[in-house]
């Protein structure tokens, strides 16, 4: 499956959620590729998984591909659910974009310190 056959069957509003978490990755990754991973719309940071973005039915879920950035960041992430590898919240209340930008910069870290 491609990324748009994914893109292609999200709502109205999951498709602005969607296109405003890619809005975040490409300010700050701009090189980065969008793929499918897992069934999950993926970007792609050097071929490596920078993050996943899925809407299920009551909530949208973010994975950083690990539970390392999850847990260096878990004071910022309290008020969230989700599991040791992603991170989910309310389809009425948007993860605001700080918190996007520190994830996905946290992961940058991470993958930046592998290429060495």
Known sequence: MQANDLISKLTT???AEFDRIKAVVMKLTPDAELTVSYGLLTFRYHSKGLLGWAA?????????????????????LTKYDGTPGSVHYSLDEPMPESLV???????????????D
């Open 13 to 15: 509003d999951q498709r």
């Open 56 to 76: 299920g039915k009551n909530f949208y879920s973010l994975y950083p591909f690990g539970k390392v950035v999850i847990e260096m960041l878990s004071d910022e």
């Open 101 to 115: 930008e520190k994830i996905i910069s946290e992961k940058l870290i991470l993958l930046r310190s592998q290429e």
